[in-house]
């Protein structure tokens, strides 16, 4: 009997250390040495572009400046081209981004732009002409204790090199 409370008690003394060396990378997202990962959209891939429907493949590259990988859990989003909303809504894929390195988290995207088509018309009938974007969202990260990461940023896509010839 005396044996085996013994066994039991080196058995939670070892979980609780195993959980305590499992949380210390967990630290360092709650920690203020933390820098918050960069995203920027780098690629929209046109999968298939019908009068009623448009399929894209967002890929947002995601930069870890951290000495730490970086689980990624999902991505909350909207993304603007110019005045007119591309796309919103929410991935749930898993990713982990190396320490001090950059990975790329792809989001499939499904939308109507129909009541927009003048406007983009318009756009593309110069397919030179840069179009700006705006990318808002949040990032989600970490296992045990998430953390979102608000993401903003603005840049351009030159539609012609979209179209194909």
């Not at 990378?25 to 918050?36: H, K, P, Q, V």
Request: glycine share 6%; net charge negative; with cysteine.
């Amino acid at each position: 009997m005396l044996c085996q409370e013994r066994t039991i008690k080196i058995l939670r003394t070892m979980a609780l250390l195993s959980l305590l060396v499992g949380l210390s990378g967990c630290s360092t997202w709650l920690s203020s040495d933390f820098e918050e990962p960069q995203v920027q959209l780098a690629k929209v891939d046109i999968i298939k572009a019908r009068l009623l429907e448009q399929q894209f493949m967002l890929r947002f590259r995601i930069d870890n400046p951290n000495d730490h990988s970086l689980p990624v859990r999902g991505l909350a989003y909207t993304v603007h081209l110019n005045d007119i909303e591309l796309a919103s809504g929410e991935s749930s894929g898993w990713l982990t981004v190396p320490a001090h390195g950059f990975d790329y988290y792809e989001v499939p995207v499904h939308t109507n732009l129909w009541r927009h088509m003048k406007y983009i018309v318009r756009l593309l009938e110069k397919p030179d002409r840069p179009i700006a974007y705006r990318l808002d969202g949040d990032l989600k990260i970490g296992l045990l204790f998430s953390r979102q990461v608000h993401i903003s940023n603005n840049g351009e896509i030159i539609p012609g090199s979209f179209i194909p010839e």
